[in-house]
């Protein structure tokens, strides 16, 4: 959340200052400042999936979780960020703008992820409860895909953020709906949504390259500006990615005092280099943003298009191939499995034997105080939240979700496992004899 949240308001703000300064200064075209808070937004966006492909979840769990986490997070925030740009009136720009931007994101934020929540609880409790498409693997795909899509719809609809919606759409589902289905409708939806994925970002990178070829935008954009205006984009975006990991990363340390939770200066470069990369996010704020029907309005705009893809390509081929050689050099194997400063654990069972991480995740007694089976006393739960909030908040949530929301809206444990529909049963059950003809 740090990295993602925070750090991304951090970068916007260097790559907006550093373009409204730089840009003039050199010449470069006639943008206006909601150009300039666009650039912030859209080149916030990072594609850390190159990295993600290089790190091993079972060597790096900590590492991996933390780039994992800060890909996804960062994609949602920057989207309704940009968002929140769109909708500003730049006619007046004060001191209350930013006030401005940061209450447009605040409501973007937590509308788009009402809905999101809202609608995936609603398929959960279609699905659990409803006889319509039960033990019907193509119905529950069906259902799972259109409710998803249901709630991109509404949020579009009342222009609120599409795609976080459906990123919390899809947390839900995850949680609850996809445990009220049968087991072949999960596996055949795991690797259709994958398939989805993955064809759709292709499109994206496919749209990149023939849009670099397209001749005619070239020929209205100015080439000079667009090179430079590309590489001080490249330069703010190593600038503003740096100006937020290592002070959050040290913030995180002085606040985390467990050891494996700390996070090393090796650790702190891959996760600087990883989000170094734009990818499909940024090509598509571009778009959205500078285009109209894909055909840019102004030569202004036509730069900004050029140098974005300029960019993305630059950053995916180069910082993409150089990834690994970097991965392996900075973190070696005989790291990965061991860490000498112990700020890597080799895996995440290795957290439950650290006393604050393990002690809030047992089942409290009526009595705040209870003696342990070494002689330790139990911690109360105020004691516990102020010591380890992640873990108590987790524990909390846990408890409340056993209690209240499985029982309601289904999940991993609180539905029968059916493998194969009643009818299917029904068949194999039958003797050989009356299978056979006449």
Known sequence: ???????????????????????????????????????????????????????????????????????????????????????LDTTDINGLTALSILGSFLYLFFTSTALGVVTGLLSAYIIKTLYFGRHSTDREIALMTLMAYLSYTIAELFYLSGIL???????????????????????????????????????????????????????????????????????????????????????????????????????????????????????ALAFNEFTTSGTSRTSEHATIITSTIMIVLFSTVVFGMATKPLISAILPHHLRSFQSDASEPPSPKDLASDLDLQTPLLSLADKQNVIFANGMLRRSSLTMLLQAPTSTIHKMWRKFDNSYMRPVFGGRGFVPLIKKSPRALEVRLLPETDLAPG
């Open 1 to 87: 959340m740090l990295y993602g949240v925070v750090g991304v308001f951090i970068s916007f703000a260097v790559i907006t200052a550093g373009c409204r300064y730089i840009f003039p200064a050199f010449n470069l075209g006639n943008f206006h400042i909601k150009d300039f808070l666009a650039l912030g937004a859209i080149f916030s966006a990072t594609d850390s999936v190159c990295t993600l492909q290089v790190l091993s979840q079972d060597e790096t769990p900590f590492l991996y979780s933390l780039v994992f986490g800060e890909g996804v997070v960062n994609d949602a925030t920057s989207v309704v960020l940009f968002r929140a740009v769109q909708k």
């Open 165 to 283: 919606t459906v990123f919390f759409c899809g947390i839900v589902m995850s949680h609850y709906t996809w445990h009220n289905v049968t087991e072949s409708s999960r596996i055949t939806s795991k690797h259709t949504f994958a398939t989805m994925s993955f064809i759709a970002e292709t499109f994206i990178f496919l749209y990149v390259g023939m849009d670099t070829l397209d001749v005619d935008k070239w020929k209205k954009a100015n080439e000079r500006a667009s090179f430079s205006i590309a590489g001080i984009l490249l330069l703010l975006v190593l600038l503003g990615r740096a100006a937020f990991v290592f002070p959050l990363s040290a913030l995180s340390n002085y606040l985390r005092r467990t050891p494996g939770t700390r996070i090393n200066y090796r650790q702190q470069i891959i996760i600087w280099w990883a989000g170094l990369i734009r990818g499909a996010v940024s090509i």
